[in-house]
């Protein structure tokens, strides 16, 4: 893991701890019995090309040329809006992102292991994704939009960002019937592990 490895051994505990589960295939949750590591079986990957199962439907891709995108300049307004408190960001069904972890995210935003991928349209964030960026990996923690398509461009974008930096694994943790639609596929626990481990010594930087 020599690309990931200051992360793993930063001095900050907290970034240190989050960075060890996370390449061992944890991530972050609370469903209401406080932060704690979750896994699951089967995990979400989203290709990072179309050449490799990226889906973008002719529709999409002409409404894509109207989005613009940044990195990390308004971590607050996406953590926001993927907990669905931003205005114009539709509410969600439950808030597993709670308000301690939420400290943990901004916290891990300041010593530089969590990111914002931002869509912007007409000069408004329009969506964004949420994530953590170890080594040639980035796992997506959650997603918002604010205009339709803006969380679909936003995961595209970034698909394509990663991808032209060197990354090698963009991780969705799980499916549903909205990424399926744009080619997010499924692995197994082995699969996932053997692509983890190899994009954690790939040397790429967000």
């Known amino acids: 893991m ?55 439907a002719r529709r999409l891709r002409r409404d894509l040329r109207h989005f613009t995108y940044r990195v990390d300049t308004n971590f607050g307004a996406v953590l926001a809006g993927c907990r669905g408190l931003l205005p114009g960001s539709p509410p969600r069904d439950g808030e597993w992102i709670s308000d301690d972890l939420t400290a943990i995210y901004g916290h891990l935003h300041d010593t530089g292991l969590a990111h914002s991928f931002e869509a912007y349209r007409d000069g408004e964030l329009a969506g964004g994704v949420l994530g953590l960026a170890l080594g040639g990996a980035f796992i997506a923690e959650s997603k918002f939009h604010r205009v339709t398509n803006g969380s679909k461009a936003a995961l595209i974008g970034l698909a394509g960002h990663l991808h032209a930096l060197g990354f090698t694994l963009l991780d969705a943790q799980i499916q549903n019937p909205h990424l399926q639609t744009l080619g997010v596929y499924e692995i197994g626990a082995d699969e996932y592990t053997r692509r983890l481990q190899a994009a954690l010594n790939t040397d790429a930087t967000l």
Do not use: C, K
């Open 2 to 56: 020599a690309a990931a490895q200051p992360w793993l051994t930063h001095p900050d505990p907290l970034t240190r701890q989050v960075a060890r589960a996370y390449a061992q295939g944890a991530f972050l949750m609370d469903n209401g019995d406080g932060v704690q590591f979750y896994s699951v079986e089967e995990r979400a990957i989203v290709p990072l090309t179309e050449e490799g199962g990226l889906h973008v």
